[in-house]
């Protein structure tokens, strides 16, 4: 018998090749395929973590959407609410360890999500509900189902998780990303966001200086729960139990990417678990250490000592 999932996430997934060791993509030879996409991340560490947890989307009739299937439902996700689309495909994205990563998502499965798919989720039986701002920035579609995802879990009493997950690429200018993205933000329970990121999408687009945490909460007032990822620094939590900072781990970098879903999703599983503030941020912080030493977005290897706090 299946259990139903605690966490629902929806969003884009798909096929991620990167090497299969820490080399250039100009020149690797041995490369791995395995699902890839913030949403799908996230509900992959949770399934890791032991939390019944759902990946929800859209995938092309094919080759590649039939192996990404198969792999996060070996990763133990609940994909039952995944739909096929026999008219687009599963998009691709290329990993450059260290260097770049190059998508090939236009015209994808995932960019026909619309809210009529929305409605055949469901939102109202789980405990939370994860998304990210990349959803809204894939298709007018997209984004229409993102707010009636919204209006659904808020009419359910169900918390919303919102990872910003600023991706310059996707929006015509930085201008609208902004907009929509603090529109998005202030409607959710519980906001993940970087520094970096947060200064870049707001602080330039409203000429104000945010070169701090404390600057991003006054940005941001309106959820419950605010958490800033300054990167090797460390995360710092805002909530009604207060503030709460906890250094990063030393870790030897091999690829960054898909490292701020592993946080959320070790973050998340201690806070299902009622652990306090300060524990919270280093579950995140350990499921983080993890991907940040791999190639994939998914980790390969189990942690191991050699993590430790910074200072």
């Known amino acids: 018998m299946t259990l139903q999932p605690e966490v629902l996430a929806v969003g884009e997934t798909m096929m991620l090749v990167a090497p299969a060791f820490a080399e250039p993509l100009e020149s690797a030879a041995d490369f791995r395929l395995d699902p890839g996409g913030a949403e799908a991340n996230v509900a992959s560490h949770l399934a890791a973590l032991g939390r019944p947890a759902a990946w929800a989307g859209l995938v092309g009739d094919d080759a590649l959407g039939r192996r990404l299937l198969r792999q996060l439902a070996e990763r133990g996700v609940d994909t039952r609410w995944v739909r096929t689309d026999p008219d687009a495909p599963t998009g691709v994205y290329f990993k450059d360890p260290g260097r770049a990563v190059q998508y090939f998502r236009r015209g994808s499965a995932a960019s026909r999500m619309d809210a009529g798919y929305a409605a055949t989720l469901p939102v109202e039986r789980v405990r939370l509900l994860h998304l990210s701002g990349i959803t809204p920035a894939l298709s007018d579609a997209c984004d229409a189902m993102v707010d009636a995802l919204f209006a659904r879990a808020k009419a359910a009493g169900v918390p919303v998780s919102f990872d910003v997950n600023h991706r310059a690429a996707l ?44 600057d991003v909460r006054a940005l941001l007032p309106e959820p419950i729960v605010l958490v800033v990822k300054d990167g090797a620094v460390g995360a710092t939590e805002y909530s009604v139990a207060g503030v709460a900072h906890v250094a990063a781990l030393e870790v030897e970098l091999v690829e960054a990417v898909g490292a701020g879903d592993a946080f959320a999703a070790g973050y998340l599983v201690a806070r299902l678990d009622g652990a306090p503030p300060h524990a919270r941020l280093r579950a995140g912080h350990e499921r983080a250490a993890l991907v940040l030493a791999d190639t994939a977005d998914f980790p390969r290897r189990t942690p191991d000592s050699t993590t430790h706090p910074r200072g």
């Open 171 to 214: 929006w015509p200018s930085t201008d609208v990303a902004a907009r929509r993205l603090r529109e998005l933000a202030a409607r959710a329970d519980l906001v993940f966001v970087g520094l970096d990121e947060a200064a870049a999408l707001w602080g330039s687009t409203l000429g104000v200086a945010v070169r701090t945490p404390d």
